[in-house]
């Protein structure tokens, strides 16, 4: 069975630019998340989909992040522009329906500069 | 408001002996209870969960405990293997939300 896959695996890019993360779930899994981990911490629910539908999205600062999952398959995750204190990896992860067996992908880590 | 604490940011074993995981939580709404562990440049794999119905569940080497009335849980890793060196975390949730993790554990298993 294949994995979480997401690209890119790395990015730096500058303050102010604005960066997309692709995610593509494991098959027939509904449920997708996407989660921020900064350096030192454990990993932050940044927004919840169910399908193509959002299911809690409470701590996405929706004034530069932005999510979506067309088809309720693949998502992208959007950060536009830029802060430094973005930095961080950013993991995707899938689940037939929470919460056991959320699988994670390998992360996208983003560096601000 | 941190709702799921991991209060030992390391801990050192050596190889063969008992390793002891804590995770401490504030909601006692919380369904189900998650160890992770990531190795550098991965993602988190699941290790083990246990639901709040029960106090103990094992999987080979692996055993968590849960107090509720603490409101507390525990990994414990018996034997411990160079392998097993990973950081470790604790995750929560209720039926149908997001998991809500800790800061994590860093183990290191020495030979």
């Known amino acids: 069975e294949a994995g979480v896959a997401q690209s890119p695996r790395y990015k730096i890019i500058e303050k102010r630019q604005s960066v997309a993360f692709w995610c593509n779930p494991i098959?027939?899994?509904?449920?997708l998340y996407w989660y921020q981990q900064i350096l030192g911490q454990g990993p932050k629910l940044l927004i919840q989909f169910q399908n193509n539908g959002v299911v809690d999205d409470s701590q996405l600062p929706k004034d530069r992040f932005s999510a979506e999952r067309l088809k309720g398959v693949d998502s992208t995750l959007k950060i536009q522009p830029a802060k430094l204190e973005d930095s961080a990896v950013y993991l995707c992860?899938?689940?037939?329906?929470?919460?056991?067996?959320?699988?994670f992908g390998q992360g996208t880590r983003l560096t601000v500069v | 408001d941190q709702q799921v604490k991991q209060n030992s940011p390391s801990l050192s074993v050596q190889e063969g002996r008992i390793s002891i995981l804590n995770c401490d939580y504030t909601n006692s709404m919380f369904d189900y209870f998650l160890w992770y562990k990531k190795y550098p440049a991965e993602g988190p794999t699941f290790l083990i969960s246990i639901s709040s119905i029960k106090d103990k569940n094992e999987d080979g080497r692996f055993t968590v405990f849960l107090n509720k009335s603490a409101k507390h849980l525990s990994l414990h890793i018996v034997p411990s293997q160079p392998g097993d060196s990973a950081v470790y975390f604790c995750?929560?949730?209720?039926?149908?939300?997001?998991?809500?993790f800790g800061k994590g554990t860093t183990l290191s298993v020495s030979s």
């Open positions: 992860a899938s689940s037939l329906a929470p919460p056991i067996g959320a699988f």
């Open positions: 098959s027939g899994h509904a449920t």
């Open positions: 995750a929560a949730n209720q039926a149908g939300t997001a998991l809500i």
